[in-house]
């Protein structure tokens, strides 16, 4: 498993933002922080596949925060 730090902040209309710092680009939006994280978990499912389906190793988990997402590491798919 992998272990990446989750980012939570409130939008001005009150939505919720789910970023992850070592993943630039992978975020979700939700209308409570639980629908943020699970959104923000299949954001996370999907840009891991996307590294296995390209074969090119995620970036490492470095950032800590007080919320973390963990998905199973992505296997390289053979061309």
Do not use: K
């Amino acid at each position: 498993m992998i272990s990446y730090a989750l980012q939570l902040a409130t939008r001005y209309d009150g939505l919720v933002i789910a970023s992850f710092p070592d993943l630039p680009g992978v975020s979700a939006l939700g209308r409570d922080d639980d629908e943020a994280i699970g959104e923000a978990r299949r954001a996370l499912e999907e840009a891991m596949a996307g590294y296995a389906r390209d074969g090119v190793a995620p970036p490492p988990a470095n950032a800590r925060a007080a919320v973390s997402v963990s998905v199973p590491r992505p296997l390289p798919i053979p061309a």
